[in-house]
């Protein structure tokens, strides 16, 4: 007997059919198919809610994405803003840059004005200079004329204002002709000083290349015998000329520059002595 529930619990559990049949004869069919529809309309609610939870998740992992996204986007905000700022900081000290631009700009174009009238004064007091100059020239043409002044005249007169602007005193120029003793020997000087040591030498004309190398060697070795007999230097060595044709002019201003020798030229004595 008890075997033979046991078997009769067992169909009831496993075999539906068995189950509808015992329920039907029971009375409790229907009963047990709404049973059955409510479990499967349960277990579909189930699968439902499980799939309703799963989007949510995913709906919660987008929304925390799109708040990272927003953080690093209000981070780019924030980036932008400070970038925005130093532009604008930048900006300013271009203004301020440009604005002491421009006022130094001002102040050049007062200065180029204050530098105008200058010039323009300079200008004014030049030609007058120049007026005066020309009359001084003039001057001393017909004085030269008038007393028969020497090419040698025009360049002591030169050389003694070259020395004073150099810083001697007037008292120690004494420019002059000398004549000096060597080896048993006279030795004519043109112009001569003692204190600073000069020598110098005048001619009138030159006529070829040949003359003008013998002029300058006769230069040289009267150089060398002064500073053997006053046992020092030559401070100031000169050559002057009155006229010369112009390729004998070139060798001798070659020469001249060569041995350290000033070079003057007759036809611009004056205009130098001006000057």
Request: glycine letters at 6%; aromatic letters at 10%.
């Amino acid at each position: 007997m008890n075997k033979l529930k046991e078997e009769f619990l067992e169909l009831l559990e496993k075999d539906k059919e068995f189950r509808y049949s015992v329920a039907g004869y029971l009375g409790f069919s229907e009963i047990l198919k709404r049973l059955d529809r409510l479990e499967e309309g349960q277990n579909k609610l189930f699968e439902s809610q499980k799939r309703i939870w799963e989007n949510i998740e995913k709906l919660w992992e987008n929304q925390n994405r799109l708040w990272e996204n927003q953080n690093k986007l209000w981070e780019e905000i924030k980036g932008i803003k400070e970038d925005i700022k130093i532009l604008h900081e930048g900006q300013n000290k271009l203004w301020e840059n440009q604005n002491k631009l421009w006022e130094e700009l001002r102040e050049l174009r007062e200065g180029q004005n204050k530098l105008w009238e200058e010039v323009k004064y300079l200008r004014e007091n030049q030609e007058k200079i120049w007026r005066e100059v020309r009359g001084l020239k003039i001057g001393l043409d017909a004085l030269g004329k008038a007393v028969g002044r020497t090419l040698e005249d025009y360049t002591i007169a030169y050389i003694r204002l070259l020395l004073e602007e150099k810083g001697y005193q007037k008292e120690k120029i004494n420019l002059r002709k000398e004549t000096i003793i060597y080896n048993k020997e006279k030795i004519e000087i043109n112009i001569f000083n003692e204190e600073p040591l000069v020598v110098g030498e005048v001619k009138t004309y030159v006529e070829n290349i040949e003359d003008a190398k013998n002029c300058i060697e006769k230069l040289i070795e009267k150089i060398k015998i002064v500073e053997k007999v006053y046992n020092k230097k030559v401070e100031l060595s000169i050559f002057s000329i009155a006229n010369v044709p112009q390729n004998v002019l070139n060798i001798l201003k070659e020469l001249t520059e060569k041995y350290g020798i000033r070079f003057i030229y007759g036809k611009e004595l004056k205009e130098e002595l001006l000057i």
